[in-house]
């Protein structure tokens, strides 16, 4: 046979193989299908799913990435004995097909026992797959063989499955004798670019994208309605996710092992190197007497009237803030005015260098990483900034322009007091005109609804919003027709700044976007009925990162944030406190601490491990600013031995939420 026929013979084997790859993987589609049929019907109605038509597109859409996703996964030895078997010998093809029938027969069955056994995990904990399943596992292969049996129909499963696995080998019977044929001769060239096609194909598939991103939980959020993009992700995803949370869960030690890792011998010890009070009672009482404390009652022990709005601004940069020179170098837009007239802190800093821990740091004080990705994270907690408020009648609402699926944001904060989280898909269907960006829908538009929902309120409850913006985050894109300031030199020859004329340009353009937002609407408060009731707060949650040379900042710039704060006029402070107030260092776990007293009803438990920036009885000088890489504070303070209080507070929490944790 010359070698042409035989490159001609390889070609087609390739196809062949293929295409009976496909054929297989179509059955896995048709059981993903059916399962996500069944399980949203099972929990919401063809009048529901119709009422939301414009989200079933972008539903099959993304639920077809996922299904293709974890099938090209599953597929993986079959597509590589493609790629190599067709080189070698028709003997290997054969045997190639023979291997799929039965690989397929087996692997979908199980494909079949993962998604009949989400339903049996959904009926339980109402919840699709999450870390929660593995617990079965840590009863050891007995017991959970003895739970299976006495729980579920455990017999009738089998069997289903067993059948199940025998249809898809009968199947394989016919599939197996799929064959492309190649009518022209195709010589090696034709084989290695079928090869190429294939494996970048296979690639894509296994991304789930072409785009920079890769497929994550954020392609969940389809639709305003929650049954609906539960219905998205499939099993296996699910699985591989819970997975991956609970490599990354945190373990447990007992009191004494954490006191003594820092150096102290007693819980009486720990509270007293923290500065916190110290009372009589279990290690749990202590604690929790040394981290709360009781709101003062500006407006005594009624129902607070007061609004309170908490901004995290994406990057938001105090060492940017503070470059800005008007119209030679306009970064702050129409942001300026607001911080001019109202309270300003420079010296103030994220606990925290990144978003999810930042959010995490701002709701809960949380001392461990990934809270949010751990099996914790269903745990109502004390400790939720929103908790206090919600027990003094606030509406609760997290709000932010991304996906709230990102790092399971939308199931963390489910279970910390909040009692709406809204995200991307909200907001695109309740501002009309409304556009977004990969990352998350335009801050204008974030700004707009928070307003509207501020306003248009009528449950005659105060209202506590915790906003997180996103535009200002790359890869920099923004709405149709934006108008900016130039940036001009100044901005680009700083010797503070690093990286190339485009990537500045594009960080420049994201600071004075999220600034122009921000102080539109605040312009837009201010001139409203909100401007008489409603505190608003906005801070970064970290620095901006990648264009500041942290070589040649100074170091009170790398971590440093704004803190901007808009009081109501019947709290209004006197111009000589307000400058002794903005002079003041300060971090994010001050937030609750200076908000509580002005928000909260007289005695109300709150987390207390911060300073009122506010109070104007103080010594300026005991305010310091705690970052987790470092403190800053007045010249003459001994840092060190702040730093040392201030990770003891954190090894309190730690012990407190484990002695939380313990009681799940």
């Known amino acids: 046979m010359s070698e042409k026929k035989r490159n001609c013979k390889s070609t087609a084997a390739i196809l062949s193989l293929y295409a009976q790859i496909w054929l297989y993987q179509l059955i896995g589609l048709a059981i993903f299908a059916v399962a996500r049929v069944i399980f949203l019907f099972g929990q919401t109605t063809l009048d529901n799913v119709s009422a939301h038509a414009d989200s079933i597109p972008m539903l099959l ?18 597509l590589l004995a493609t790629l190599i078997v067709p080189w070698l010998s028709k003997k290997a093809v054969d045997g190639c097909c023979r291997f799929m029938r039965r690989y397929y027969a087996v692997m979908l069955a199980v494909l079949g026992a993962l998604v009949t056994a989400e339903f049996f995990f959904f009926e339980n904990f109402n919840s699709r797959y999450n870390v929660v399943f593995f617990d ?8 959970l063989l003895l739970t299976m049996w006495q729980d579920y129909p455990f017999l009738r499963i089998v069997l289903s499955i067993v059948a199940l696995g025998f249809i898809i080998f009968f199947i394989g019977r016919y599939i197996s004798k799929i064959h492309i044929g190649i009518q022209k001769p195709s010589g090696t060239v034709a084989t290695i670019i079928a090869t190429v096609a294939i494996a970048a194909v296979t690639f894509v598939f296994m991304r789930g994208s072409v785009t920079r991103y890769t497929l994550q939980v954020e392609a969940f959020m389809v639709s305003t309605d929650e049954t609906i993009n539960q219905s998205v992700p499939n099993a296996v995803y699910l699985l591989k996710k819970a997975y991956k949370e609970r490599t990354n869960s945190f373990k447990l030690y007992s009191d004494e092992q954490l006191l003594s890792r820092e150096g102290f011998k007693s819980i009486d010890e720990a509270i007293t190197a923290a500065g916190l009070p110290l009372v009589n009672g279990t290690n749990s009482e202590k604690c929790e007497a040394a981290l709360f404390g009781n709101a003062p009652g500006y407006g005594g022990d009624t129902l607070p009237s007061t609004n309170v709005l908490l901004i995290l ?20 837009g129409s942001l300026r005015e607001h911080l001019q007239q109202d309270i300003l802190l420079h010296n103030f800093q994220s606990v925290r260098n990144g978003t999810i821990y930042s959010i995490e740091a ?6 461990y990483m990934r809270f949010f990705n751990s ?6 907690l004390p400790t939720s900034i929103a908790y206090p408020f919600k027990q003094n009648g606030y509406s609760t609402t997290f709000v932010t322009g991304m996906d709230p699926t990102w790092e399971n944001v939308l199931e963390g904060l489910g279970y910390q007091s909040f009692d709406t989280i809204i995200g991307r898909q909200d907001i695109l269907h309740s501002i009309e005109g409304s556009t977004t960006s990969a990352i998350g829908v335009y801050d204008e538009f974030l700004m707009q609804y928070i307003f509207e929902r501020m306003s248009n309120d009528k449950s005659g409850n105060p209202q506590f919003m915790l906003a997180l913006t996103t535009t200002n985050h790359p890869p920099f894109t923004y709405p149709e027709n934006m108008q900016l300031p130039q940036l001009g030199d100044e901005w ?8 190339d004329r485009e990537v500045l340009r594009k960080y420049g353009l994201g600071a004075q976007y999220a600034n122009r937002s921000i102080g ?11 401007a008489q009731n409603t505190i608003v707060i906005v ?23 704004p803190l901007y704060i808009y009081l109501p006029p019947h709290y209004a402070l006197s111009n000589s406190s307000k400058k002794r107030i903005e002079q003041r260092y300060g971090s994010h776990y001050d937030l609750l601490s200076t908000v509580a007293p002005l928000a909260l009803k007289k005695d109300t438990r709150y987390l207390n491990i911060g300073q009122n920036l506010l109070d104007t009885t103080a010594n300026d000088n005991r305010f310091f600013s705690y970052s987790e890489k470092q403190l800053l504070a007045p010249e003459g303070s001994n840092t060190d031995s702040l730093m040392h209080v201030m990770k003891t507070r954190e090894l309190l929490m730690e012990i407190f939420y484990q002695q939380q944790f313990r009681t799940e």
């Open 61 to 78: 859409w993304n639920a077809w990435r996922f299904d293709t996703q974890a099938l090209t996964y599953i597929s993986l030895p079959a």
């Open 539 to 561: 801070t970064g949650d970290h620095n901006v990162r990648s264009i500041l040379d942290y070589d040649k900042v100074p170091d009170e710039q790398r971590f440093s944030v």
């Open 375 to 380: 099996r914790y994270r269903f745990k109502s």
């Open 520 to 530: 539109d609407f605040l312009t837009r408060l201010k001139a409203s009925p909100l």
């Open 136 to 143: 079965f596992f840590d009863e050891g292969p007995w017991g």
């Open 313 to 332: 601004s994406e990057s938001w940069s105090n060492f940017l803030t503070t470059m800005d020179k008007g119209e030679r170098l306009d970064l702050l």
């Open 492 to 499: 680009y020859k700083s010797p503070y700044l690093t990286g």
């Open 362 to 367: 701002v709701t809960l004080a949380m001392p």
